[in-house]
């Protein structure tokens, strides 16, 4: 089993950053992939970022690639999500997720644990 707790949402304007934590709990952390997942409203749940259990093995949907970064510490147990040059379409609850497998993959559905999620706002 793996509890995952998200931190770092809040508001902000465009164009400014926010960076994104979440925290693991459990054994074994460097055998998941990692991944970053957000939801707006009235949308579909959709891949942001994902990482393998070393950070050569890291992937991004082309809507945040070259804004956002993420990373792990395998010896904290936690995952990052850095986010630059935010637009106000990146509004929307974010979800660490872990996969029980060392290669990260952008589909939700081979993920088995979530977070509650964390609200980002971007503001024009």
């Known amino acids: 089993q793996v509890q995952l707790v998200e931190s770092g949402g809040g508001l902000v304007q465009a164009g400014g950053s926010l960076r994104l934590s979440c925290a693991a709990s459990?054994?074994?952390?460097?055998?998941?992939?990692m991944g970053w997942f957000r939801q707006a409203p009235g949308k579909e749940r959709e891949f942001v970022a994902a990482?393998?259990?070393?950070?050569?093995?890291?992937m991004y949907a082309d809507s945040v690639k070259g804004r956002f970064t993420i990373s792990r510490d395998n010896f904290k147990n936690t995952v990052s999500l850095q986010m630059n040059s935010l637009k106000p379409e990146d509004t929307a609850v974010y979800y660490c997720?872990?996969?029980?497998?060392?290669?990260?993959?952008?589909?939700?559905?081979?993920?088995?644990?979530w977070g509650q999620g964390t609200q980002v706002t971007v503001s024009s």
């Open positions: 990482c393998g259990w070393s950070e050569d093995l890291k």
């Open positions: 997720a872990a996969r029980s497998n060392i290669i990260p993959t952008p589909s939700s559905a081979n993920y088995n644990y």
């Open positions: 459990g054994r074994s952390f460097s055998n998941y992939a």
